[in-house]
């Protein structure tokens, strides 16, 4: 009679650890959701959950109560978010502005006519299912391989994804259009790949490196087609709002670079969260000469390194997109951790390539979780300020860009003296 192996955590692998931390997650999202549930009330959305949602939910309701542009109105989004933003202070209340082209606004147009709860509650079904359909989609499609249930829930499970459905973002669009955008790279269609590369205009920060890095690479063509695609969403939302409208866009726009309700830098993942940090504890300026330092070191290595590329292939140019997107999220002046979901196409691509290190994806999937969890009771047991839950909720997806860019950056540069054998783009 043979021996059965017992299992021991002197020979577990990686995908040992991974399904164990897996379990502590879903877990503690189970019990998140029984507290969800319980308190499923009018009286807890817009306040401990679903705050972006909430702001959406009332420019769908202003543009049925009023005009499209009054989207950007201030004064018609406080008239309608005091009533459900129930924990701010009246006399003090400042409004959630909507930083989006009116464009993608228009599914909240008609979302807003379903009470807030259950609307909230129609766009996170509408967006989970989205999730797990392109990504099995798109792992098809770029590798002939089926998403194995463990990745598919490591992704799904991830904190940016937590925070992405408990916000009740948008993020959805960006992994669709990174995912299409490398799609159409590799089919050597630039036009196309353009044209979805314009679908980040949703949120235009993140542009701020994928542009010049194609204008580097000389990819004229991908560029051509972000144009026309930037054109058609610009043209089709003066026709929604007008002038008047782009202007108030405009001014929330600048209003949020400097700060505001509609900004949150402290919960951030990049330099400029880390400057106001270091600002509170102290009245000079020397967090923002860091974070104006680490944005222009950030910017000009990942350029210069990624930028240099000759001949080369599907896995090579995918890492240089996943180190670009990753500085992208540390440089822009707006950055929020649910933003990563921007990184998954491409780290995704590699997870199934064999090419990206188990051990960094799996630090990604649980740490932040873990580190937050701590925070929080760590805070109750000592009654310390929220900054501390801030730090690390924006420390976390900080220190992984940071990590995400080293790692693109080295195996770029070995991908460049290995030349591995794929199609080449």
């Not at 509408?126 to 089926?146: A, D, W």
């Not at 950030?298 to 292939?313: A, C, E, M, Q, Y």
């Not at 047991?381 to 900054?387: A, G, H, P, V």
């Amino acid at each position: 009679m043979q021996r059965k192996q017992i299992l021991s955590f002197h020979n577990m692998t990686t995908k040992h650890w991974q399904k164990i931390g897996l379990a502590a997650v879903l877990t503690l999202y189970t019990i998140l959701l029984g507290i969800f549930l319980t308190n499923f009330s009018q009286t807890h959305i817009c306040n401990d959950y679903a705050i972006d949602y909430c702001a959406f939910w009332s420019a769908g309701k202003v543009i049925n109560e009023h005009h499209f542009a009054d989207i950007y109105n201030l004064e018609k989004l406080t008239q309608i978010q005091r009533k459900i933003y129930t924990k701010s202070s009246i006399s003090t209340f400042e409004p959630f502005s909507v930083m989006y082209p009116p464009v993608f606004l228009l599914p909240f147009k008609f979302l807003s006519l379903i009470s807030l709860p259950y609307s909230f509650s129609v766009w996170s079904v509408i967006n989970l299912i989205g999730f797990i359909i392109y990504l099995r989609f798109f792992s098809l499609k770029t590798s002939g391989q089926s998403l194995s249930l463990r990745i598919a829930l490591m992704l799904i499970l991830s904190f940016p994804v937590f925070r992405n459905f408990y916000n009740g973002q948008v993020n959805l669009w960006l992994i669709i259009c990174s995912g299409e955008f490398m799609r159409a790279l590799f089919s050597e269609k630039p036009l196309k790949a353009g044209a979805w590369l314009g679908g980040w205009l949703l949120k235009p920060q993140l542009l701020i490196l994928i542009l010049p890095f194609l204008l580097f690479r000389r990819k004229f063509k991908v560029l051509v087609g972000f144009g026309l695609s930037a054109f058609a969403i610009g043209l089709t939302s003066f026709i929604l709002v007008g002038v008047e409208g782009l202007l108030g866009l405009k001014d929330i726009l600048l209003g949020s670079a400097s700060g505001g309700t509609a900004s949150n830098p402290p919960v951030m993942m990049n330099w400029r969260m880390l400057g106001w940090h270091i600002n509170t504890f102290n009245s000079t300026t020397i967090g923002l000469v860091i974070a104006v330092i680490g944005i222009v070191l950030t910017i000009s290595t990942t350029l210069i390194i990624f930028s240099r590329g000759g001949k080369t292939n599907n896995s090579h140019n995918t890492t240089a997109l996943l180190g670009i997107l990753a500085a992208t999220g540390t440089v822009a002046w707006h950055a929020h951790i649910h933003m990563s979901l921007i990184l998954i196409p491409p780290m995704l691509y590699l997870i199934l390539q064999d090419r990206f290190d188990q051990n960094l994806f799996s630090l990604w999937t649980f740490a932040p979780i873990l580190l937050i969890f701590i925070a929080f009771i760590v805070t109750a047991l000592f009654q310390l300020d929220i900054q501390l839950i801030q730090f690390i909720e924006g420390g976390s997806g900080f220190v992984f860009n940071l990590a995400f860019l080293g790692w693109a950056m080295i195996s770029f540069r070995k991908g460049k003296m290995t030349f591995w054998e794929n199609d080449e783009l």
